[in-house]
Nanobody, 116 residues
Framework: QVQLVESGGGLVQPGGSLRLSCAAS????????MGWYRQAPGKGRELVAT???????IYTDPAKGRFTISRDNAKNTVYLQMNSLKPEDTAVYYC??????????WGQGTQVTVSS
């Protein structure tokens, strides 16, 4: 099993920044790529960004140019640096770890609210 714990969410004004963290523990050999997803009220969960163990990244359009995903393999932690935040970035942000040999793992989510 793998456990994922997100942190770093909160309330921020438009144009501000937040850094989310996702700490993984457990059977780390199971994990391949990791990523961040988000779910806004009344909407489905959507991909934000992913990163492979060797650092290759993928960003979806809402994240391009504003968000940066990074990974510290020594600390088993993935980060999402979010800059120039907009009200439409308000959502619960979830960390996901791709499981090499079974269902993917999800964290419990952290709330990000962008409001003045």
């Amino acid at each position: 099993q793998v456990q994922l714990v997100e942190s770093g969410g909160g309330l921020v004004q438009p144009g501000g920044s937040l850094r989310l963290s996702c700490a993984a523990s457990g059977s780390m050999f199971r994990i391949n790529a990791m990523g961040w997803y988000r779910q806004a009220p009344g909407k489905g969960r959507e991909l934000v960004a992913t990163i492979t163990p060797d650092g290759r990244t993928i960003y979806t359009d809402p994240a391009k140019g504003r968000f940066t995903i990074s990974r510290d393999n020594a600390k088993n932690t993935v980060y999402l640096q979010m800059n120039s935040l907009k009200p439409e970035d308000t959502a619960v942000y979830y960390c996901k770890a791709q499981n090499r040999i079974g269902p993917d793992y999800w964290g419990q989510g952290t709330q990000v609210t962008v409001s003045s």
